[in-house]
């Protein structure tokens, strides 16, 4: 079963910069499809980034040119560098894999990222 850790969370100061990083269990890692989510209190969750297996992203408008999503194959890792931090980037956030179009595993725990002065 697929399960995902995600690190790297913290108070940052709007302007700043964080790093995520989401390990993912599964031998086949290089074929999933990678995506960060985010909830902030009272929201829905929402799709920040997403990554193919062939490497094509896709951004959130709301993120275009200030997250780059990455993957390390041999590392089963996603990440997500988050430049440029905004207080509405304040949110928890998730990754998540899939394949063909459906989920893999569950939710993992989320790691809080709040940006405030």
């Known amino acids: 079963q697929v399960q995902h850790v995600e690190s790297g969370g913290g108070l940052v100061q709007p302007g700043g910069s964080l790093r995520l990083s989401c390990t993912v269990s599964?031998?086949?890692?290089?074929?999933?499809?990678m995506e960060w989510y985010r909830q902030a209190p009272g929201k829905q969750r929402e799709l920040v980034a997403r990554?193919?297996?062939?490497?094509?992203?896709v951004y959130a408008d709301s993120v275009k040119g200030r997250f780059t999503i990455s993957r390390d194959n041999a590392k089963n890792t996603v990440y997500l560098q988050m430049n440029s931090l905004k207080p509405e980037d304040t949110a928890v956030y998730y990754c998540?894999?899939?394949?063909?179009?459906?989920?893999?595993?569950?939710w993992g725990q989320g790691t809080q990222v709040t940006v405030s002065s």
């Open positions: 990554i193919t297996s062939g490497g094509n992203t």
């Open positions: 998540r894999a899939s394949a063909g179009g459906v989920f893999l595993g569950y």
């Open positions: 599964g031998s086949i890692f290089k074929s999933y499809t």
